[in-house]
């Protein structure tokens, strides 16, 4: 790039552009050094209806006048969240695509990501036997004109869902039964399949959590974790993280209770999508600067 990069120590080396190293984020973090908020998207940072993250903006403006570290962790691509990472100023930081498949390295465009992942998770479709083959329609079956009527987004948009890089979500058809066999299948090539709403999501198995715990090792080891969702796909990384928020979606599924809610350690926020993430994230934070307390009740 030609220009000297500094580095963490112990970063990796596939982060083409680090974050702030730990005593960076120290300096301008006063009592909470390296913090690292991990953030689901839709629902969650972004609006159910507008799709818009603005009114988290004054608690984006204060993470980003500390030096915390904001990262996206979501079901979409590299593709889809690459432009919405540097829309809101946390380019320096890497993001978590696909359900956790893989990771948008921290300065990196979505045409830097690397990997053979998807075509790997492609060649061991085809090795199935037909008849199973035969019952799932991935996205890379579909097309984006097909991604585009199977999930209503619009074109554009659909081609970006259709740039993967690490997994294949896409339509079974079959009883209980096909379903099982053709997971089994798939195992013996190290393939998981994970059900969200419509869609069996097919990868080579990594989750939110996992890249949650692998960028914090990475960036900020000692450093305060906190994970925002709303979603069961986000229970696992909010469950892992030192601090959880639970956003309110009335248009969602809901989460169950969870481990941590009972003494604090995990809260729920009263408004929906971005409006609780903001209020939940002001007040978290002010409380953990005061060292008052290691848990909220009924934030945001």
């Known amino acids: 790039m030609g220009r000297r990069v500094k580095r963490c120590r112990g970063a990796r080396k596939r982060f083409a552009k680090p974050a702030p190293c730990g005593h960076d984020a120290a300096r301008k973090g006063g009592a909470l050094a390296g913090l690292l908020i991990f953030t689901d998207l839709d629902g969650t940072l972004l609006d159910h209806e507008t799709y818009s993250w603005r009114a988290a903006e004054p608690a984006l403006a204060m993470l980003r006048q500390r030096g915390a570290g904001v990262i996206l962790a979501s079901s979409k691509t590299a593709a889809e969240i690459a432009p919405l990472r540097d829309e809101i100023g946390f380019a ?7 359900n956790g498949a893989g990771l948008l390295p921290a300065g990196a465009a979505a045409s830097e990501v690397e990997g053979d992942a998807y075509q790997r998770l492609h060649a061991a479709l085809d090795k199935l036997p037909a008849d199973l083959r035969a019952r799932f329609t991935g996205f890379g079956d579909m097309g984006a004109e097909g ?50 709403g419509r869609f069996l999501t097919l990868s080579f198995g990594a989750t939110k959590a996992d890249r949650m715990a692998e960028i914090k090792s990475d960036h900020a080891p000692d450093g305060v974790t906190i994970a925002l969702g709303d979603a069961p796909n986000d229970a696992e990384m909010i469950a892992a993280a030192d601090h959880g928020v639970i956003v309110a979606n009335p248009h969602g599924t809901g989460l169950p209770p969870l481990d941590g809610e009972a003494e604090g350690r995990i809260t ?3 408004r929906p999508g971005p409006e609780g993430w903001n209020a939940a994230i002001l007040a978290l934070v002010e409380r953990l600067d005061g060292a008052t307390k290691t848990g909220v009740s009924g934030i945001g």
């Open 268 to 270: 729920r926020t009263r």
């Open 92 to 98: 320096d930081w890497p993001a978590i695509v696909e």
């Open 147 to 196: 991604i585009a009527r199977a999930t209503g987004l619009p074109p554009d948009q659909a081609a970006l869902a259709a740039a993967r890089h690490f997994s294949e979500p896409g339509l079974f058809t079959g009883d209980e039964a096909d379903e099982a066999a053709f997971t089994a299948a798939l195992a013996e090539h190290g393939i998981t399949a994970r059900r969200g």
